[in-house]
């Protein structure tokens, strides 16, 4: 009573049993299990430990955190192991893929389409009005590029990747101010010049993200057989 009491646990169990007493992942399924692939070839999926920890005072987490797993093959193996087929979490990728573009594309053509009566709602300055339109519609009719970024930033995030979408949102970020300096100063293109660099830096990130995604991860190696329509998935 009236103290403070910490814990600091570690040696998680990689996996349990799940209620239909079948194997799943028993915390972070991202984490680096203890013995690596050797660990996960000959060892009971149960003995299994992971590399995460939480600090604890007087039975509350007050924090957590774990080694990722940032090799692409253990990760395959340790989601076998809990019943997560690898073109099974294709399939789910490419169906997101179908979801993304058309979400983004129907964002896209609203966009560019309300543009008007929205700004006109909006009560848009007069001396204005054609300045914001431009703008508006460049850049939510290539709202699906953005869509796009947005979704494969998920996918890494889900996979355990944060970083890869981040470092390309910083590139994209200074290529953004590059590209202002370079249409509206250089070449005068104005309000056109400052949409169109929004939009070209947003699509680096996207591609950036994709291609060094797949490079990185094999979850994100598609083949055409993976994008068989899956209305159970969609």
Excluded: W
């Amino acid at each position: 009573k009236n103290c403070y009491k910490f814990c600091f646990i570690v040696d998680f169990p990689m996996y349990e049993l799940s209620d239909e007493g079948t194997i799943d992942f028993n915390h972070n399924p991202f984490s680096m299990p203890q013995g690596g692939m050797e660990a996960l070839n000959t060892k009971n999926p149960l003995e299994i430990l992971a590399y995460q920890f939480d600090a604890v005072c007087n039975g509350y987490e007050m924090a957590s955190g774990a080694v990722r797993n940032h090799d692409p093959e253990l990760m395959v193996k340790a989601f076998e192991i809990a019943g997560y087929k690898e073109d099974d979490v294709k399939n789910s990728i490419a169906q997101a893929v179908y979801v993304t573009l058309a979400s983004g594309l129907l964002m896209s053509a609203i966009g560019f389409f309300l543009a008007r009566p929205i700004l006109t709602i909006m009560n848009t300055p007069e001396e204005d009005f054609l300045f914001a339109l431009t703008y508006m519609r460049i850049v939510c009719g290539f709202t699906f590029i953005n869509a796009i970024y947005n979704s494969i930033s998920a996918i890494l995030r889900s996979l355990g990747d944060s970083k890869t979408p981040l470092k390309f949102l910083v590139v994209a970020s200074v290529v953004n101010v590059a590209l202002d300096l370079l249409f509206v100063v250089k070449f005068h293109f104005g309000v056109a010049g400052a949409a169109y660099a929004t939009v070209i830096s947003q699509a680096i990130a996207a591609y950036g993200s994709i291609v060094y995604g797949m490079k990185i991860n094999p979850y994100l190696r598609l083949k055409r057989e993976h994008f068989k329509v899956r209305e159970d998935l969609i």
